[in-house]
């Protein structure tokens, strides 16, 4: 593994966040949904695959009760273009919505649809509230007009990978978020 680690690691331009400067990330947007969700009825919901490390972290330093679930959802065609349409690959199936608070955790918001498209689907299948919390906000990029609830750090556009954030499925072990070069992305 070590191996395949080094060959990733020179694809990487630049490390945007390092791994402690992602643990104090974590560590405050915890501490901001433990104050506003302490009388809530939260529910986490994981959008997959991306958010998952990030995700896995958050809950950890949650100090609140929480329930967690997945969704699946696809925004991109071939590589890392956004195709503009959003597929729900794996839905949310509770008899409870209307129950919970929803709090969607995703790692990184580009354009805001994906975000502003789970909301309204959400709301209309009964959910008692739904917010947001990224790890990574790409405002340079919004179409729509949509704000996070919870933002770990606003980034510049760049390409990013590492702490789940993928390019064809590789690079989301990586332990830090790095800027990848862009002659890996742009050769395909």
């Not at 750090?153 to 690079?171: N, S, W």
Request: charged share 30%.
């Amino acid at each position: 593994m070590k191996k395949h680690r080094d060959v990733w690691d020179r694809d990487i331009e630049q490390i945007l966040l390092s791994e402690g400067e992602l643990d104090e990330i974590v560590t405050r947007m915890a501490a901001q949904i433990d104050a506003d969700y302490r009388d809530k009825n939260l529910l986490l919901l994981c959008i997959l695959k991306g958010s998952l490390v990030f995700m896995g972290d958050l809950m950890k330093k949650l100090t609140i009760p929480c329930e967690i679930d997945c969704m699946k959802v696809s925004s991109y065609g071939n590589g890392s273009v956004s195709s503009g349409r959003i597929h729900i690959l794996l839905d949310l199936h509770r008899q409870d919505l209307s129950e919970k608070d929803i709090l969607i955790i995703e790692d990184i918001i580009d354009s805001g649809r994906t975000l502003s498209y789970l909301i309204s689907y959400l709301q209309m299948g009964g959910a008692r509230s739904v917010r947001a919390a990224t790890l990574l906000d790409k405002p340079s990029r919004r179409e729509v007009d949509y704000t996070p609830d919870y933002v770990g750090r606003a980034i510049p556009d760049v390409f990013v990978v590492g702490y789940g954030l993928d390019y064809g499925e590789k690079y989301r072990s990586l332990p830090y978020v790095g800027i990848l070069k862009p002659e890996i992305y742009e050769a395909k």
